[in-house]
C-alpha cells in the first residue's frame, strides 16, 4: 500500500487514547481548512487522524510539526500584539458559544422539526470550529516552541543538564489549571448544588460525557487539602521567583523572556479552551441523543459519524463502512481509510515494535520530582474511566495523558508515558504537583505490565526495570 509519510522519518503520535471521532471532527475541520483561510498561518502538515476499537491516534511527520510549528508560533504567538489579538478574537467567539449553548438549554429538542434540528446541528458546529480557530496558533506553535527556546538559551547556558532544567524553569505556567480552581471552589462553597451545575462536565473526554452528581463532589470535598489556595499560591511564587533568579544568573535577555512568556500563556491558553471544550461536549451529546431518538439510530454508532453527519440519510452506510476501524488522512484533501486499509495504517503509523529483554526506557525528564530517584510498582492506564486498581503510590504508565487523567495522576509517584515534550499535559500537571516524570518513551506502555517493579531516575532520564511479574 501507498505509504503516507516519508519513509524513515520520525512519526509524532497524539494517542493512542480512549476517542472517538464525533468528538473530534470539529477540531479538525477548524486546523486543516477553518484556520488557514482566516488568519493565513501555514496549515497543519499531512495528518492521519486513525481510530480502533474506540481508540484513536493523530499523526504527523515529526520534522515537519515541528518546522511549521516553530513558524506558527514566531509570527503569531512571540509578538505580544499578535498573541493578544488572537485572544482577543477568541473571547468573542467563545461569547458567542456560550450564547448559542443557552440557547440550546432553552429549547425542547423534540418539538424542532427536522428542518430545524439540522439547522441547529449545523449552527453548533459552525460556532465551535470558529472557537477553534484562533487557538490553532497556539497548539501547532507548541511543537516547534520549545526548540526554538533551547538554541536561543544555548548562547547563554553551555551545560546540557543546567539548559534542560532553565527549559523546565521558563516554561512553567504560572497561573493555575482549571482543575485546580475546581478544587479551590469545592472546598470554599457553601453550595454544592450550585458548584455541580457549574462543573458538572468535568470528567467529560474526547470519548463520551459523564454527568456528575452532588454525591461525586461531596465525596471529593473532603479529600481536597485545607491548605490548597494557601499552597498554589506559594507553588506559584516560587515559581516566579524561580524563574526571576535564572534570569538574573544568566543575564537573559529580553528576547528569551519574550519566548518563555509565549509559551507560557500558549499552555495555559489551552487549559482554559480544554475546560470550554468539555462543555460544549455536553451540549452535542444532547444533539447526538435527539438524533439517535428522531432517527432511530443506534446512539453509540453515531459516534463514528462527525456532528454534520449525524443527520444524513447515508448515516447506516457510513457506521457500517466505519465499523470498529477508520480513519483519514489529510493532505491537502481529506481521503477516508477504511478496512484493511485503515488497519494496515493503524498498525504502521499508530504502534511502536519493540524487541525482547528490554531492561531500561529513557525519555525527557519533565519534572524532577520532590526526590529524583523512585522505585514503585507500575499500571498501565490507557482508559481513565478503566482504572480499578490503581492503588496511591503507584506510577502512572500511559500513552498521553490528557485532564481526565488528573484524577490518577494525584495519586501517582511518578508518571512515565510515550509520547510528549515539555509543554505536553503531562510534563504541566506533573510539574505543579510536584510529581516525577519522564515523556517521550515512545514504548513504555508495552515494555511494562501491570505490577513491575521499576526505578525512575528523574536525573538521566531512565527508569530502570528491576523485576518484571510473570
Known amino acids: 500500500m501507498d505509504k503516507l509519510f516519508k519513509e524513515n522519518t520520525e512519526?509524532?503520535?497524539?494517542?493512542?487514547?480512549?476517542?472517538?471521532?464525533?468528538?473530534?471532527?470539529?477540531?479538525?475541520?477548524?486546523?486543516?481548512?477553518?484556520?488557514?483561510?482566516?488568519?493565513?498561518?501555514?496549515?497543519?502538515?499531512?495528518?492521519?487522524?486513525?481510530?480502533?476499537?474506540?481508540?484513536?491516534?493523530?499523526?504527523?511527520?515529526?520534522?515537519?510539526?515541528?518546522?511549521?510549528?516553530?513558524s506558527v508560533f514566531k509570527k503569531f504567538m512571540v509578538p505580544k500584539r499578535k498573541r493578544n489579538d488572537l485572544k482577543l478574537d477568541w473571547r468573542k467567539r467563545l461569547k458567542e458559544l456560550n450564547s448559542f449553548q443557552k440557547k440550546i438549554d432553552s429549547i425542547f429538542l423534540k418539538e424542532l422539526t427536522n428542518e430545524e434540528f439540522k439547522k441547529l446541528t449545523n449552527q453548533l458546529y459552525n460556532k465551535i470550529v470558529a472557537f477553534w480557530s484562533p487557538t490553532v496558533p497556539a497548539e501547532l506553535g507548541n511543537y516547534g516552541s520549545v526548540d526554538y527556546l533551547k538554541r536561543k538559551l544555548k548562547k547563554y547556558i553551555l551545560d546540557k543538564n543546567e539548559l534542560l532544567s532553565a527549559i523546565q524553569i521558563l516554561t512553567a505556567p504560572e497561573t493555575i489549571s482549571f482543575y485546580q480552581q475546581e478544587e479551590i471552589d469545592l472546598l470554599e462553597t457553601n453550595d454544592l448544588k450550585k458548584h455541580q451545575e457549574k462543573y458538572f462536565w468535568l470528567k467529560n473526554s474526547y470519548n463520551g460525557v459523564e454527568n456528575l452528581s452532588i454525591s461525586f463532589f461531596r465525596k471529593r470535598r473532603n479529600k481536597i487539602s485545607k491548605d490548597i489556595r494557601k499552597n498554589i499560591k506559594t507553588h506559584l511564587k516560587e515559581v516566579k521567583n524561580t524563574k526571576k533568579k535564572l534570569i538574573l544568573k544568566h543575564k537573559l535577555p529580553k528576547e528569551i523572556i519574550d519566548i518563555t512568556n509565549a509559551i507560557c500563556e500558549g499552555i495555559s491558553w489551552q487549559d482554559e479552551r480544554k475546560k470550554h471544550i468539555f462543555i460544549y461536549t455536553y451540549y452535542k451529546e444532547l444533539l447526538l441523543k435527539e438524533t439517535s431518538r428522531r432517527y432511530n439510530y443506534p446512539l453509540d454508532s453515531l459516534r463514528d459519524c462527525g456532528l454534520k453527519e449525524i443527520y444524513k440519510k447515508t448515516v447506516p452506510q457510513i457506521v457500517k463502512r466505519r465499523k470498529n476501524m477508520y480513519g483519514f488522512f489529510v493532505n491537502g484533501k481529506k481521503e477516508e481509510l477504511t478496512g484493511k486499509r485503515a488497519l494496515y495504517y493503524w498498525k504502521k503509523y499508530a504502534e511502536e515494535s519493540i524487541g525482547s529483554g528490554i531492561t531500561k526506557i529513557t525519555g525527557t525528564v519533565v519534572s524532577r520530582g520532590k526526590k529524583n530517584i523512585i522505585q514503585g510498582k507500575v499500571k498501565v492506564i490507557f482508559d481513565p474511566k478503566e482504572s480499578k486498581g490503581f492503588k496511591k503510590g503507584d506510577i502512572l504508565i500511559a500513552p498521553m495523558t490528557s485532564p481526565e487523567y488528573v484524577f490518577l495522576i494525584k495519586l501517582s509517584s511518578a508518571i512515565i508515558t510515550d509520547t510528549g515534550g515539555l509543554t505536553s499535559h503531562a510534563a504541566i500537571v506533573s510539574r505543579e504537583l510536584k510529581i516525577p516524570c519522564i515523556v517521550g518513551t515512545k514504548i513504555a506502555t508495552k515494555a511494562l505490565k501491570d505490577g513491575d517493579l521499576v526505578e525512575v531516575d528523574t536525573d538521566k532520564g531512565i527508569v530502570k526495570i528491576i523485576k518484571k511479574v510473570k
Open 11 to 70: 512519526i509524532f503520535r497524539w494517542g493512542p487514547i480512549p476517542g472517538r471521532y464525533f468528538y473530534v471532527s470539529e477540531f479538525e475541520d477548524s486546523v486543516l481548512n477553518e484556520y488557514p483561510k482566516t488568519y493565513k498561518g501555514k496549515k497543519w502538515p499531512k495528518t492521519l487522524l486513525i481510530f480502533k476499537d474506540k481508540k484513536m491516534v493523530w499523526s504527523n511527520e515529526f520534522p515537519a510539526l515541528r518546522r511549521i510549528g516553530e
